[in-house]
Nanobody, 122 residues
Protein backbone atom coordinates (compact mmCIF):
# COMPACT_ATOMS: atom_id res chain seq x y z
CA UNK A 1 0.00 0.00 0.00
CA UNK A 2 1.37 3.39 -1.05
CA UNK A 3 0.17 6.63 0.51
CA UNK A 4 0.65 9.85 -1.42
CA UNK A 5 0.57 13.40 -0.09
CA UNK A 6 0.66 16.42 -2.38
CA UNK A 7 1.91 19.81 -1.27
CA UNK A 8 3.02 23.10 -2.74
CA UNK A 9 -0.26 24.45 -4.03
CA UNK A 10 -1.42 27.98 -3.38
CA UNK A 11 -2.65 31.26 -4.78
CA UNK A 12 -0.43 32.89 -7.36
CA UNK A 13 -0.71 35.42 -10.15
CA UNK A 14 -0.68 34.67 -13.85
CA UNK A 15 2.88 34.18 -15.05
CA UNK A 16 4.15 32.96 -11.68
CA UNK A 17 5.61 29.56 -10.91
CA UNK A 18 4.84 26.84 -8.40
CA UNK A 19 6.42 23.50 -7.61
CA UNK A 20 4.15 20.74 -6.43
CA UNK A 21 5.51 17.79 -4.48
CA UNK A 22 4.09 14.31 -4.20
CA UNK A 23 5.59 12.45 -1.24
CA UNK A 24 5.08 8.72 -0.90
CA UNK A 25 5.20 6.36 2.03
CA UNK A 26 4.80 2.60 2.12
CA UNK A 27 5.38 0.23 -0.76
CA UNK A 28 8.25 0.46 -3.20
CA UNK A 29 7.75 3.87 -4.70
CA UNK A 30 10.66 3.60 -7.09
CA UNK A 31 8.82 0.86 -8.98
CA UNK A 32 5.86 3.07 -9.83
CA UNK A 33 5.11 5.55 -12.54
CA UNK A 34 3.56 8.74 -11.18
CA UNK A 35 0.92 10.73 -12.96
CA UNK A 36 -0.45 14.18 -12.32
CA UNK A 37 -4.08 15.03 -12.95
CA UNK A 38 -6.18 18.10 -12.23
CA UNK A 39 -9.82 18.89 -11.77
CA UNK A 40 -11.22 22.37 -12.22
CA UNK A 41 -14.61 23.36 -10.74
CA UNK A 42 -17.44 21.88 -12.77
CA UNK A 43 -15.09 19.91 -15.03
CA UNK A 44 -13.93 16.33 -15.25
CA UNK A 45 -10.50 15.40 -14.01
CA UNK A 46 -7.88 15.56 -16.75
CA UNK A 47 -4.38 14.31 -17.38
CA UNK A 48 -1.52 16.76 -16.83
CA UNK A 49 1.68 14.72 -17.01
CA UNK A 50 3.39 11.52 -16.03
CA UNK A 51 6.87 10.28 -15.23
CA UNK A 52 8.19 6.75 -15.51
CA UNK A 53 9.55 4.83 -12.52
CA UNK A 54 13.14 5.69 -13.43
CA UNK A 55 12.42 9.29 -14.33
CA UNK A 56 13.73 8.62 -17.80
CA UNK A 57 10.37 9.07 -19.48
CA UNK A 58 7.98 12.00 -19.20
CA UNK A 59 4.81 12.85 -21.05
CA UNK A 60 2.64 15.97 -20.84
CA UNK A 61 -0.76 17.16 -21.91
CA UNK A 62 -0.57 19.53 -24.86
CA UNK A 63 -2.02 22.33 -22.74
CA UNK A 64 0.97 22.33 -20.39
CA UNK A 65 3.80 21.12 -22.60
CA UNK A 66 6.75 23.47 -22.37
CA UNK A 67 5.47 24.98 -19.12
CA UNK A 68 5.42 22.00 -16.74
CA UNK A 69 8.27 19.66 -15.89
CA UNK A 70 8.11 16.38 -14.00
CA UNK A 71 11.04 15.08 -11.99
CA UNK A 72 11.54 12.57 -9.22
CA UNK A 73 13.92 11.73 -6.42
CA UNK A 74 13.44 8.06 -5.61
CA UNK A 75 15.83 8.37 -2.68
CA UNK A 76 13.37 10.80 -1.11
CA UNK A 77 10.27 8.98 -2.41
CA UNK A 78 9.13 12.25 -3.95
CA UNK A 79 7.97 13.40 -7.36
CA UNK A 80 7.89 17.06 -8.33
CA UNK A 81 5.84 19.02 -10.83
CA UNK A 82 7.45 22.34 -11.70
CA UNK A 83 4.83 24.66 -13.15
CA UNK A 84 5.98 27.82 -14.90
CA UNK A 85 4.15 30.66 -16.65
CA UNK A 86 0.92 29.75 -14.95
CA UNK A 87 -2.39 30.75 -16.50
CA UNK A 88 -5.77 31.36 -14.80
CA UNK A 89 -7.20 28.37 -16.67
CA UNK A 90 -4.77 26.16 -14.76
CA UNK A 91 -6.74 26.76 -11.58
CA UNK A 92 -7.73 23.34 -10.26
CA UNK A 93 -7.12 20.73 -7.61
CA UNK A 94 -3.98 18.84 -8.62
CA UNK A 95 -3.64 15.15 -7.79
CA UNK A 96 -0.71 12.79 -8.02
CA UNK A 97 -1.22 9.08 -8.55
CA UNK A 98 1.09 6.07 -8.59
CA UNK A 99 0.79 2.87 -10.54
CA UNK A 100 2.74 0.22 -12.41
CA UNK A 101 2.05 1.66 -15.85
CA UNK A 102 3.32 4.84 -17.45
CA UNK A 103 0.05 6.12 -18.82
CA UNK A 104 -2.22 9.11 -19.50
CA UNK A 105 -5.20 7.10 -18.25
CA UNK A 106 -6.56 7.37 -14.72
CA UNK A 107 -7.38 3.69 -14.53
CA UNK A 108 -3.66 2.84 -14.82
CA UNK A 109 -3.01 4.28 -11.37
CA UNK A 110 -3.72 2.41 -8.16
CA UNK A 111 -2.92 5.00 -5.52
CA UNK A 112 -4.04 8.61 -5.30
CA UNK A 113 -3.26 11.58 -3.12
CA UNK A 114 -5.84 13.90 -1.62
CA UNK A 115 -5.03 16.78 -3.95
CA UNK A 116 -3.65 20.27 -3.54
CA UNK A 117 -5.39 23.45 -4.68
CA UNK A 118 -3.72 25.68 -7.23
CA UNK A 119 -5.37 29.02 -7.90
CA UNK A 120 -4.02 31.38 -10.55
CA UNK A 121 -5.40 34.89 -10.55
CA UNK A 122 -5.41 37.11 -13.61
Amino acid sequence: QVELVESGGGLVQAGDSLRLSCAASGGTFSRYAVGWFRQAPGKVREFVGTISWSGGGTTYAETVKGRFTNSRDNGRNTVYLQMNSLKPEYTAVYYCAAGPFYSRTESAYDYWGQGTQVTVSS
